[in-house]
T-cell receptor, first 114, second 118 residues
Framework: NAGVTQTPKFQVLKTGQSMTLQCAQD?????MSWYRQDPGMGLRLIHY???????DQGEVPNGYNVSRSTTEDFPLRLLSAAPSQTSVYFC?????????????FGEGSWLTVV | AQSVTQLGSHVSVSEGALVLLRCNYS??????LFWYVQYPNQGLQLLLK??????LVKGINGFEAEFKKSETSFHLTKPSAHMSDAAEYFC????????????????FGKGTKLSVKP
């Protein structure tokens, strides 16, 4: 039972480079999301998806793209990396049951843009 | 719209002392509330969550939190701090509610770093 798998765990990029953070879940959850964590800011929602083919913006979407072609995968793309995107990124998947949200987080991806 | 305010970005207690981390929320619908803990350079671990029912919620590692609707609070407590409790703690509210429109996301507070002195 893998849960939510994020890759890579660590990455260093140069300004202007592009890259994709991968996120996969094996729990057949409809809901998936990406957050970024910065010191003193908590976690902020970047993009989310309520099902395959459906995505929407969160609080801080600029500079990021997402797509959801399958239920399992929700990659996050940085089109042209900037130092302001140095952060820790968390992918999450969730389902809504009788007791509310049950949310599973990946282990995080530490990204440094130089 | 939901929001979360954590009072105090840093809290320091002595080992064996009471831990109290404060969280207030704003929600237009009955909230689902969460506390997460994050140890240095690690991911998020769920401590406890409130959905419905009993307002006093017990979690892992001896932590508990009480949902007080009248005060819009969900403070986290532990009777006796241990050195291993030193970490950052996040309060969060779900964007889901009884009236639908959920996207399965969480709104987080900015976090409180807990230090435990020997």
């Amino acid at each position: 039972n893998a849960g939510v798998t994020q890759t890579p765990k660590f990455q260093v990029l140069k300004t202007g480079q592009s890259m994709t953070l991968q996120c996969a879940q094996d729990m057949n959850h409809e809901y998936m999301s990406w957050y970024r964590q910065d010191p003193g800011m908590g976690l902020r929602l970047i993009h989310y998806s309520v099902g395959a083919g459906i995505t929407d913006q969160g609080e801080v979407p600029n500079g990021y793209n997402v797509s959801r072609s399958t239920t399992e995968d929700f990659p996050l793309r940085l089109l042209s990396a900037a130092p302001s995107q140095t952060s820790v990124y968390f992918c999450a998947s969730s389902y809504l049951g009788a007791s509310g949200n049950t949310i599973y987080f990946g282990e995080g991806s530490w990204l440094t843009v130089v | 719209a939901q929001s979360v305010t954590q009072l105090g970005s840093h809290v320091s207690v002595s080992e064996g002392a009471l831990v109290l981390l404060r969280c207030n929320y704003s929600s237009s619908v009955p909230p689902y509330l969460f506390w997460y803990v994050q140890y240095p350079n690690q991911g998020l671990q769920l401590l406890l969550k409130y959905t419905t029912g009993a307002t006093l919620v017990k979690g892992i590692n001896g932590f508990e939190a009480e949902f007080k609707k009248s005060e819009t609070s969900f403070h986290l407590t532990k009777p006796s701090a241990h050195m291993s409790d030193a970490a950052e703690y996040f309060c969060a509210v779900s964007d889901s509610g009884y009236y639908g429109g959920s996207q399965g996301n969480l709104i987080f507070g900015k976090g409180t770093k807990l230090s435990v002195k020997p």
